[in-house]
């Protein structure tokens, strides 16, 4: 796996949030400029953390589901402990919500450019999902002038959109392990076949 389409992937999945909230929730071009910086770094430790994990942990499933509460919970402890998103420091923050956008953006790309060259709908379906909303979140931004109000519209509908994507991303890696083993047992067959015919 490409560690700069890993890394590409990644950012397109954690700055549309960002872009969501900095640019048309609360305009912050300042803050928008500090995620860009930042969300590679993260990207890359999910890329070298996918990469251990596949080094170590054989079935692939049980690797997928490893690397993605590791994402999340390693998002949970960058909130709690850099942005003060904490249960106790920020009772409002949503930590479902957090856990779902940290293992979006760094757990997604390890399943979404698996077996690329299957057209699967899921892996479709998340793109148009962030590009649809992409649209009507433009208009939201556009039709609601009161601040305030804009922000809490984008804010619950982008939780809404990233839990959407979390299961889509469940099922995806769900139907990219039946591949794999179609394909383990189709190399099987061909081996007992092989063995069979042979001298």
Not at 81 to 94: E, H, M, Q, R, Y
């Given at each position: ?66 690397h993605y509460f590791s994402c999340g919970l390693f998002g949970l402890a960058v909130e ?39 057209r699967w709908l899921l892996r479709k379906l998340i793109w148009w999902l962030l590009a ?68």
């Open positions: 796996m490409s560690y700069w389409k890993f890394v590409a992937t990644g950012c397109v999945l954690g700055l549309f949030i960002e872009a969501e909230f900095r640019l048309l929730g609360r305009f912050n071009p300042g803050a928008m400029c500090f995620a860009m910086v930042c969300y590679p770094m993260f990207v890359s430790l999910a890329y070298l953390g996918s990469r251990l994990i596949d080094r170590f942990v054989r079935h692939q499933f049980a690797g997928d589901l490893l709690w402990t850099l942005l003060g998103n904490s249960p106790w420091g920020n009772p409002k923050a949503v930590q479902s919500a957090m856990f779902c956008m940290w293992a979006a953006f760094c757990f997604g790309p390890r399943v979404l450019l698996r077996n690329a060259e299957q649809g909303y992409g649209v009507v979140s433009i208009g939201v931004a556009i039709a609601i002038r009161d601040p305030q109000q804009r922000f809490v519209v984008i804010l619950l509908s982008t939780m809404a959109v990233y839990f959407v994507i979390n299961i889509l991303l469940a099922l995806l890696a769900i139907q990219s392990w039946r591949h794999s083993r179609r394909l383990e047992a189709s190399a099987a067959s061909e081996d007992l076949d092989q063995g069979l015919s042979g001298p």
